[in-house]
T-cell receptor
Framework: AQSVTQPDIHITVSEGASLELRCNYS??????LFWYVQSPGQGLQLLLK??????LVQGIKGFEAEFKRSQSSFNLRKPSVHWSDAAEYFC???????????FGTGTRLTIIP | SAVISQKPSRDICQRGTSLTIQCQVD?????MFWYRQQPGQSLTLIAT?????????ESGFVIDKFPISRPNLTFSTLTVSNMSPEDSSIYLC??????????FGSGTRLTVV
């Protein structure tokens, strides 16, 4: 069965500092991997996705993620966070198309001035 | 990618009543997925709805409590039946589109009093 682990429940980062959110997955085949962001009271917004090809994926809002098959990881990074990045971040794995998405438990990001 | 219109966006309901949530997609899709997000939690898949057949429910979810209809390739409904305060959650529909990833509705924020 597929699963996603986000080991950090809550991360606090100073504005302007770099960020890395961890995600590990378990999947029997080549995974489709996603990062979503959810601001308070808002819906889910797709930050980026990985299906194949270049293992370093660029997304919106200056985010990037790197797929490492040997480590079963898909960590999200941003070189310099902004106060508006404070939100809940979800990593998800699926097979695409007609298969379900499985979400991690989420990481809540707090930005301090 | 597809655009999903989900209604209602929010509702406050009395315990013991039922609420039907609708999702309309602007293109034909084979599978639609229904998720629940309890307060402060991640997204959990309720069921997968395929047009022309009964929905497939995940462990812990039953048809009597969450009946789903999928009358055509662009529309689905989820009913939350005999509601209790524990059903207070955000409910989201989603469609998968191969390499385009997954699109989510804006969610229905349900409060049961």
């Amino acid at each position: 069965a597929q699963s996603v682990t986000q080991p950090d429940i809550h991360i606090t980062v100073s504005e302007g500092a770099s960020l890395e959110l961890r995600c590990n997955y378990s999947y029997g085949a080549t995974p489709y991997l996603f990062w979503y962001v959810q601001s308070p009271g808002q819906g889910l917004q797709l930050l980026l996705k990985y299906f194949s090809g270049d293992t370093l994926v660029q997304g919106i809002k200056g985010f990037e993620a790197e797929f490492k098959r040997s480590q079963s990881s898909f960590n999200l990074r941003k070189p310099s966070v902004h106060w508006s990045d404070a939100a809940e971040y979800f990593c998800a794995v699926g097979a695409g198309g007609n298969e379900k998405l499985t979400f991690g438990t989420g990481t809540r990001l707090t930005i301090i001035p | 990618s597809a655009v999903i219109s989900q209604k209602p966006s929010r509702d406050i309901c009395q315990r013991g009543t039922s609420l039907t949530i609708q999702c309309q997609v602007d293109s034909q899709v084979t599978m639609m997925f229904w998720y629940r997000q309890q307060p402060g939690q991640s997204l959990t898949l309720i069921a997968t709805a395929n047009q022309g057949s009964e929905a497939t429910y995940e462990s812990g979810f039953v048809i009597d409590k969450f009946p789903i209809s999928r009358p055509n390739l662009t529309f689905s409904t989820l009913t939350v039946s005999n509601m209790s305060p524990e059903d207070s959650s955000i409910y989201l529909c989603s469609v998968g589109q191969g390499s385009s990833g997954y699109t989510f509705g804006s969610g229905t924020r349900l409060t049961v009093v």
